[in-house]
């Protein structure tokens, strides 16, 4: 079936990343309001808005698979994209709109049910011969079977929520003295996060590297993988800095990691675009951790080297075409860097910085990528996602990359909140970043601090701080005299001096 309209269930810059393609692609777009971002540039840029902003408080709007069902139904469109979050690996959703006659672009509520549930996807795993790291074969049901587990792996290990991801109902245990403890708590995150206490346990590698791959699959059987994302940069086990290639893979590694894990979605009759995750060790063993059944944020550093668009590949699945390549067909070329810009502080450990972006410039480049969901005073709010943009860049090579990057950083203005962009350019400039010597425990071990300072920031600071001083002096109606000449002077031109200096 042809798609011709598409609801976006989704907002922020995924939602103005589908719009684009199905833009280009003539299919009319839909996206949703609602009242805690009326006035997000997403809805701007849709050809059709469905208001939500009348909804309860009992359901969020973007969770509200009813609501959203009945939104299609009555406009009579086509087909839904969950883009990432949400509802986009919620296999009840998946299933609502197959019965509504409802095209969902993404898998089939059945593989999103499978490999969702950590449990089931280990066994599937297991089954198809994917290396694993030992631990317990199904759900532990408490903490005696936890601690008989344990000790027979060793310590340190680690608790995982079954149904979830993202870090949340994950605790890592180095002794025994602390299992009780991490097990309620790993336990009671599952439940409030997921709707399900589950947890299984398994053996902890410290420092390991997290690759994943980007596979795609159709409905009729075919399968390809796009390469391989380094995720190593990460802080509690959310990712912040991602590339693709990863250095730490040579081409024999990378075929085997990339058919094991189109065998995962082969095993499940997966289609759409999917992510299996590993993690790979010091002695490039690599273990199935789990599989993301969307599209992933750091979806564009795979599409920079392969000039592959994902979304529309997830838009042309659906609508039932096959793949347009094979494996054979694929051609990496160069190297893709992103960086994840966030409205956090930090030096207060990556909080949340809440406010207006009072004016927001971004650099613009043959091999620049700015994916972007913000504006000049775009409110950034407690309800949703601290992220900005995301700035990605594509080279010849990781070192020209990096130098892209580092560039690019310099040329971001955004004004009136804390970003990530100091702590990105720290690690653009670290020595052991730059050799790609790294692994998950990056931040932790090798930041001395979190926010780049070069030497011209000092005078940078002075000058802005000037700046700002004489555009209040103009404001308050505060004047400057020149008592040579007998008059006052504009702080405007006294800045103009003081640029001079």
Known sequence: MKI?????????????????????LKIKTFGIKTSKEPNALYLRLVDDVIDFSDSSEEIPEFLDIERIIEAARINKIDAIHPGYGFLAENPYFARRCKEENIIFIGPSDTAIYKMGNKTI????????????????????????????????IGYPVILKAAAGGGGRGMRIVEKSSQLEKMFKMATNEALKAFNDSSVFIEKYVRNPRHIEFQILGDQHGHYVHLGERECSIQRKHQKLIEESPSA???????????????????????????????????DKNYFFMEMNTRIQV?????????????????????EG??????????????????????????????????????????PKGKNIRIDSGVTDYSVITPYFDSMIAKLIVHADTREKAIQTVSAALRKCLIKGIKTTIPFCLKVMNNRKFRKADFNTSFIEKELDNLYYQGAEDEMLAAYVATFDFA???????????????????????????LKSL
């Not at 011709?4 to 280009?24: C, P, Q």
């Not at 599937?124 to 601690?147: D, F, W, Y």
């Not at 979806?299 to 920079?304: A, I, R």
């Not at 308050?476 to 504009?490: A, L, Q």
């Open 4 to 24: 011709t309209s598409l609801l976006i269930a989704n907002r922020g810059e995924i939602a103005v990343r589908i719009n684009e393609t199905a833009k280009r």
């Open 121 to 152: 996807a280990k066994q599937i795993a297991m089954k198809h011969k994917i290396p694993l790291l030992q631990g317990s074969q199904g759900n532990v049901k408490n903490v005696r079977e936890a601690t008989d587990i344990a000790e027979k």
């Open 248 to 282: 730490a893979l040579d081409d024999k590694l990378r075929a085997e990691m990339g058919e094991a894990a189109v065998s995962i979605a082969r095993a499940v009759d997966y289609y759409s675009a999917g992510t299996v995750e590993f993690l790979l060790d010091d």
């Open 298 to 318: 750091e979806h564009p550093v795979t599409e920079m080297v392969s000039g592959v668009d994902l979304i529309e590949l997830q838009i042309r699945i659906a």
């Open 321 to 362: 075409k096959k793949l347009p390549f094979t494996q054979k067909d694929i051609r990496l070329s160069g190297w893709a860097i992103e960086c994840r810009i966030n409205a956090e502080d930090v030096q207060a450990g990556f909080s949340p910085n809440l406010g207006i972006i009072e004016k927001i410039s971004l």
């Open 471 to 497: 555009a209040q002096l103009e404001t308050d109606r505060i004047t400057f005299v020149d008592f040579e000449r007998g008059k006052n002077i504009s702080p405007w031109v006294l800045n103009k001096w």
